[in-house]
């Protein structure tokens, strides 16, 4: 994920001794019955648009409400409430940057060129596959999953449409490949948060976590490939008459690949995402006025060429709804290639910052009664052996991920209250800056209203449900985590002795 240049390590975490346990999951319960209504009964996938979003305001009076009855005041819990917000500021910027960057980028004809090449280099069978690989190697590169899914993401969706492979399937390998990178690059500030919390250094702890992640990867790559030599896919012909379709509708252009280069690159020099983003949004609004200044013209609404039409229609892009109609004599073909030539510009973000605005008060609450570390303790609580603590730590992860609605506190909440824990058992604090991150990183964009899965799913346009049964390497992480726990397999010591081996690191 992106930096939100947020000092996580000195986060203070609330405890509150007036609050058990059973008032703590109170706001829980409340929230996840409301939310199942809501969905399961009533909205369905309409839920996004934004009564899950009044819903989790809900679920923040509940927890406000058990807050009074256990003497927190109003202003302790607003003031969490604006600390919670105030950490969301760069994911907010981000997210509307990416919508400016999907109008350029679309108006350009860089997103329908990558779909144009990428018809000709992936092949059907393997391209679930290949999703993979491909977005592994930007995210290692540039540290981030989201730049991965705005850029690479977003283009692997598009071909996928076009080869009619299921979108949902798509955007679970593009997340698998994603987050694969996210965690093991030095460039990403998870990678870096949980070992700060743990207490380890950053190289040992990406050392120490490939022993999960890399069979993780290699089983999700197998399960892919098989995926990929059972699903239907488009014939030749087909694609054939999607890339005349497109160089119908746009001056495809190998030049146009500079623009994507230059952004990872970037990205990779560490180089501010959001100075990145902004630099590739204003490169693609040059490139469309050299390149498709027809789109551009129609974009503005108006008739004639000029400095005035220029300006509107790539502010347009940028700022709401762009559509371009394909051309093309094949109805069917033409259907789908209009859903890929769409994009939202930043008007089309604001539904997510909606929704990470009501998920950020509820975690505040939440945070602000005491509720989050009262959670916290009693499943470090619930368990003596050691595979209970590693137990323990995934649960709390995910509970955090679900109800604070916040990827970096499902770091750094286990990671400070686990910390003594573990060297009580006598465990070197690589073995938590792992399971922090193999179970609080990952999995945080398996949840429609974390601020990860709000994201990806309007960044992908495909919503959490579709994408959550193929989304194998995050949600196989926490298992592989807990299997390594189970059976003792390299486990670290702090004296420097692995559990399960004979021989002793010095």
Not at 393 to 399: D, R
């Amino acid at each position: 994920m992106e930096s939100q240049n947020i000092n996580h390590e000195d986060e203070k975490i609330i405890e509150n001794r007036e609050l058990n346990i059973w008032e703590a999951l109170i706001p829980v319960a409340a929230l996840i019955g409301m939310l199942a209504f809501n969905v399961l009964v009533v909205y369905g996938d309409d839920a996004l648009s934004g009564s899950n979003q009044f819903i989790l305001l809900l679920g923040a009076a509940v927890a406000a409400i058990v807050g009074f009855f256990n003497k927190v005041s109003y202003e302790t819990m607003i003031e969490e409430v604006a600390q919670n917000l105030k950490s969301t500021t760069g994911a907010i910027l981000i997210l509307l940057m990416v919508g400016a960057l999907a109008g350029t980028w679309l108006i350009s004809g860089i997103i329908p060129t990558m779909i144009y090449y990428g018809l000709d280099i992936l092949n059907p069978t393997i391209f679930l596959a290949a999703c993979v690989v491909i977005c592994a190697v930007i995210s290692v590169a540039t540290g981030s999953s989201w730049t991965t899914s705005a850029t690479v993401g977003i283009a692997l969706i598009g071909i996928a449409g076009a080869l009619d492979i299921n979108a949902g399937m798509t955007a679970g390998a593009v997340l698998s490949g994603a987050y694969f990178g996210d965690k093991l690059s030095p460039l990403s500030d998870t990678t870096n948060l949980a070992p700060a919390m743990a207490g380890t250094d950053l190289f040992t702890h990406i050392k120490y976590m490939t022993l999960t992640t890399v069979p993780t990867i290699i089983i999700t790559l197998i399960v892919f490939v098989i995926l990929g030599f059972t699903i239907e896919h488009t014939g030749k012909a087909d694609i054939s008459s999607y890339q005349s379709a497109i160089d119908n509708t746009f001056n495809t252009s190998p030049w146009l690949f500079v623009v994507p280069v230059l952004v990872i690159a970037m990205i990779v020099k560490k180089v501010s995402p959001l100075v990145a983003l902004l630099v590739g949004t204003l490169l693609a609004a040059a490139a469309a006025l050299f390149f498709q200044p027809d789109l551009v013209l129609a974009a503005s609404g108006l008739e004639n060429w000029d400095t005035v039409s220029a300006y509107k229609g790539i502010m347009n892009a940028i700022t709401v709804d762009t559509s371009i109609a394909p051309i093309t004599d094949n109805v069917e073909i033409g259907e789908k290639l209009a859903g890929l030539f769409e994009a939202g510009g930043m008007a089309g973000m604001l539904g997510t910052i909606w929704l990470i605005v009501c998920a950020m008060v509820f975690g505040g609450v939440m945070d602000a009664i005491g509720a989050l570390a009262t959670i916290s303790k009693a499943l470090l609580n619930l368990f003596d052996s050691v595979f209970g603590l590693f137990a323990s730590t995934v649960v709390s992860c995910l509970a955090i991920n679900v109800t604070a609605s916040d990827q970096y506190l499902a770091i750094v909440v286990p990671g400070k209250m686990y910390a003594k824990a573990y060297r009580d058992k006598g465990l070197a604090p690589e073995n938590l800056s792992r399971t922090l991150e193999d179970s609080g990183t990952v999995t945080s964009v398996l949840i429609p209203w974390n601020t990860c899965g709000a994201y990806q799913s309007t960044t992908l346009g495909v919503d959490v449900v579709s994408y959550l049964p193929y989304a194998i390497f995050n949600y196989l992480s926490p298992f592989m985590t807990l299997l390594f726990a189970a059976f003792s397999i390299k486990i670290k010591e702090l004296s420097g002795k692995v559990v399960g081996e004979r021989q002793v690191e010095l």
